[in-house]
């Protein structure tokens, strides 16, 4: 993989751009965008030091590995527009729902496929890159397509049937812990603090609990026990927060996801 191109550079492609090029993994100027409106492509072209391109078709030609970071739903045209020039190339592709099936159903095994579910904490190296275990590419360049989401976050590599589900809670979930730090920052302001200092304090305190799930292997249960000393005060919120139904609340969220149409 010499060159790499984005098509669309929205909120998914700039985390990923931004974390490969800051990781070192790719040089800015091997990495090229297309995104319709010209105007704003130059702006992050400047923040992100991409080569922007005027054309669906200039893109394609100028690179050797294609990333789909536009809507779902705008592929169809995509593919319509410059699928012929796919042909001998790789495409990996991060929009939700385009699985390799998917991709089957307009290609043959010219075009070599990836589907990937990345997050947005990709731009903080701190991404969960999950790639589906069927994919056309070649061996030696899927190992590097790998290696360069690694520089973003960790991969983890899932079967098809379960793509949707690891992208539904890992790929939207960050707007789910977003809501979580907006509420408790909210109920700190009610209390005083100023706002800022809520956002960093509740923000440190999620990645400290994660980060200590993660490297003791700890039940979740077990860690919250250890919060939670007889008669103080965290059983009170957790009570509270049992009686508002927070883990069917977690759990209807991704029933909303799953049963989306
Ligand atoms: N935002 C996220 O956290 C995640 C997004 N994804 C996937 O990434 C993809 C992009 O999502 P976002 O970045 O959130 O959307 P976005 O709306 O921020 O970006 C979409 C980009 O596509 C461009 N675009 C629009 N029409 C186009 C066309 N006809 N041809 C080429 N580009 C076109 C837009 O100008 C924009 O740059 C989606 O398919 C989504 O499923 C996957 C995982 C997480
Ligand atoms: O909301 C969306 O459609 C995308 C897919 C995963 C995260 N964001």
């Given at each position: 993989?010499?060159?790499?191109?984005?098509i669309g550079?929205?909120?998914?492609?700039?985390?990923?751009?931004?974390?490969?090029?800051?990781?070192?993994?790719?040089?800015?100027?091997?990495?090229?965008?297309?995104?319709?409106?010209?105007?704003?492509?130059?702006?992050?072209?400047?923040?992100?030091?991409?080569?922007?391109?005027?054309?669906l078709?200039?893109?394609v030609?100028?690179?050797?590995t294609v990333i789909m970071a536009c809507k779902p739903y705008q592929i169809n045209d995509v593919l319509v527009e410059i699928g012929e020039k796919l042909h001998g190339k790789a495409l990996v592709s991060v929009a939700a729902g385009w699985d390799f099936k998917k991709y089957s159903e307009y290609f043959d095994s010219s075009v070599r496929v990836q589907f990937v579910m990345?997050?947005?904490?990709?731009?903080?190296?701190?991404?969960?890159?999950l790639f589906e275990a069927q994919n056309s590419l070649?061996?030696?360049?899927r190992?590097?397509?790998?290696?360069?989401?690694?520089?973003?976050?960790?991969?983890?590599?899932l079967p098809s049937n379960l793509m949707g589900?690891?992208g539904?809670?890992?790929?939207?979930?960050?707007?789910?812990?977003?809501?979580?730090?907006?509420?408790?920052?909210?109920?700190?302001?009610?209390?005083?603090?100023?706002?800022?200092?809520?956002?960093?304090?509740?923000?440190?305190?999620?990645?400290?609990?994660?980060?200590?799930?993660?490297?003791?292997?700890?039940?979740?249960?077990?860690?919250?026990?250890?919060?939670?000393?007889?008669?103080?005060?965290?059983?009170?919120?957790?009570?509270?927060?049992?009686?508002?139904?927070?883990?069917?609340?977690?759990?209807?969220?991704?029933?909303?996801?799953?049963?989306k149409k």
């Amino acid at each position: 993989m010499d060159k790499l191109g984005f098509i669309g550079m929205g909120n998914m492609a700039q985390a990923l751009c931004a974390g490969f090029v800051n990781s070192g993994k790719v040089a800015a100027g091997d990495v090229y965008a297309y995104a319709p409106h010209y105007d704003k492509l130059l702006g992050n072209a400047e923040k992100y030091g991409f080569t922007p391109c005027r054309s669906l078709s200039e893109l394609v030609d100028a690179v050797d590995t294609v990333i789909m970071a536009c809507k779902p739903y705008q592929i169809n045209d995509v593919l319509v527009e410059i699928g012929e020039k796919l042909h001998g190339k790789a495409l990996v592709s991060v929009a939700a729902g385009w699985d390799f099936k998917k991709y089957s159903e307009y290609f043959d095994s010219s075009v070599r496929v990836q589907f990937v579910m990345p997050n947005t904490p990709a731009m903080v190296y701190e991404g969960v890159m999950l790639f589906e275990a069927q994919n056309s590419l070649e061996e030696e360049e899927r190992a590097q397509i790998k290696d360069l989401f690694a520089a973003v976050g960790i991969v983890e590599e899932l079967p098809s049937n379960l793509m949707g589900i690891g992208g539904a809670v890992t790929g939207c979930g960050p707007a789910f812990v977003d809501l979580f730090i907006e509420g408790y920052a909210d109920a700190a302001v009610k209390y005083g603090v100023p706002r800022q200092t809520a956002y960093r304090l509740i923000s440190q305190m999620i990645l400290g609990s994660a980060k200590l799930q993660l490297e003791t292997g700890e039940h979740p249960g077990v860690l919250k026990d250890n919060v939670c000393s007889p008669s103080g005060t965290t059983i009170c919120g957790v009570a509270s927060l049992e009686e508002s139904g927070i883990r069917s609340a977690c759990i209807k969220s991704i029933d909303a996801i799953m049963n989306k149409k």
